[in-house]
């Protein structure tokens, strides 16, 4: 094998954690920066940081060391994206992987996606976006549908509970807590779903259809009492799960869906079932259904959003310059994988 790729980590929350040791003994993968949004992680063991032992390399807010340090690789794993910083790492000529899933198509805005393609040719780089839905699991969808004859509608579904994920912020901001009919609700949980437009417009390019539009429902659940998380307070009667759908059509009727039931416990009206994990579905001949569960109580969240990122890294190294995300990867795996050491947790 041939040396290890230099990658640098920027942020360190719960998925940049995860990120961190998933690179640490990677075999194919060297940690050698970090990018710390917080000021007080400054000067902090990035090991110390993502909850395993120290590693000698420290977290600082300094862009133009970490960039001095010619990284082959950025895993890019803030909570909202700085578009100056990402052209800035992909001119410098650093590839960049993130599991902000809307750099992948036009989320952000089609001169957003210009801006940021534009940037990676001139530094003769690539810009690659995943996680686990969107990402992965619709890839392994993918990969399910070539057992068929004919395909009526492909879909993914994720069903969890999500008390274990500790993100208030990320939670408010998706409505959660507040009243069923307030209007701004269903706006507010279709923001968040925008990453899932993208992914239904890359899957439905590789399955090489037309969409005439994506269609957007949802319906939410009410808490039954005021419950304490431990992170947040949810009031009773006020939103604390939801059931939807993102539908992309063709010809008048639903080809392509992503779907989701998220929960915040299960005391709430309505209390869907949860499968605790992804279905993926093929209406057709055959049909075909493929379910993603952990073995065990629960998927951790953050480190099935971040491997498939940064078991990407070597691929997208190798590929060619500008947004790579459309098909235009061989299938990600967990290459190298068998033979790596586990880093060592603290606690």
């Given at each position: 094998m041939a040396d290890p790729l230099r990658v640098v980590q920027w942020t360190t929350g719960k998925t940049g954690?995860?990120?961190?040791?998933?690179?640490?003994?990677?075999?194919?993968?060297?940690?050698?920066?970090?990018?710390?949004?917080?000021?007080?992680?400054?000067?902090?063991?990035?090991?110390?940081?993502?909850g395993i032992e120290p590693i000698g390399l420290r977290a600082t807010d300094d862009i133009d060391a970490l960039l001095a340090l010619a990284p082959e690789c950025v895993s890019y794993m803030p909570f909202?994206?700085?578009?100056?910083?990402?052209?800035?790492?992909?001119?410098?000529?650093?590839?960049?992987?993130?599991?902000m899933y809307m750099f992948a198509g036009v989320g952000y805005g089609e001169d957003v996606t210009l801006r940021l393609d534009d940037a990676a040719r001139r530094?003769?780089?690539?810009?690659?976006?995943?996680?686990?839905?969107?990402g992965h699991a619709p890839m392994v969808a993918l990969a399910a549908s070539a057992?068929?004859?004919?395909?009526?509608?492909?879909?993914?579904?994720?069903?969890?509970?999500?008390?274990?994920?500790?993100?208030?912020?990320?939670?408010?901001?998706?409505?959660?807590?507040?009243?069923?009919?307030?209007?701004?609700?269903?706006?507010?949980?279709?923001?968040?779903?925008?990453?899932?437009?993208?992914?239904?417009?890359?899957?439905?390019?590789?399955?090489?259809?037309?969409?005439?539009?994506?269609?957007?429902?949802?319906e939410f659940g009410a808490a039954n009492h005021t419950t304490d998380f431990g992170f947040m307070t949810v009031q009773q009667g006020n939103i604390s799960g939801y059931k939807g759908v993102l539908s992309g059509m063709h010809g008048g009727r639903a080809v392509v869906q992503c779907k989701f039931v998220w929960k915040l416990g299960?005391?709430?009206?309505?209390?869907?079932?949860?499968?605790?994990?992804?279905?993926?579905?093929?209406?057709g001949d055959?049909?075909?259904?493929?379910?993603?569960?952990?073995?065990?109580?629960?998927?951790?969240?953050?480190?099935?959003?971040?491997?498939?990122?940064v078991n990407a890294i070597p691929a997208v190294v190798a590929a060619p310059p500008g947004i790579v995300n459309r098909m235009d990867l061989p299938f990600v795996k967990g290459t190298h994988l068998l033979t790596r050491a586990d880093p060592v947790r603290v606690g």
């Open positions: 954690s995860a990120a961190v040791r998933g690179m640490v003994g990677h075999p194919a993968l060297e940690l050698v920066g970090c990018y710390a949004y917080s000021p007080e992680k400054v000067g902090q063991d990035v090991g110390t940081l993502a909202r994206p700085d578009f100056d910083h990402v052209v800035r790492i992909l001119e410098s000529g650093s590839n960049l992987v993130t599991t530094g003769q780089s690539s810009l690659y976006a995943s996680g686990i839905y969107p057992m068929c004859t004919r395909i009526d509608c492909i879909s993914v579904l994720e069903s969890l509970d999500m008390s274990g994920y500790a993100n208030e912020q990320m939670f408010r901001a998706m409505s959660i807590d507040r009243a069923v009919d307030d209007p701004e609700a269903p706006t507010m949980i279709e923001a968040n779903c925008g990453s899932f437009k993208d992914q239904i417009r890359v899957m439905a390019q590789a399955l090489a259809v037309e969409l005439d539009e994506i269609r957007f429902e949802v299960h005391d709430m009206t309505p209390n869907w079932p949860v499968e605790d994990g992804y279905v993926l579905e093929i209406e055959p049909s075909v259904r493929v379910r993603l569960e952990p073995i065990g109580p629960h998927f951790d969240g953050a480190t099935t959003t971040a491997m498939p990122v």
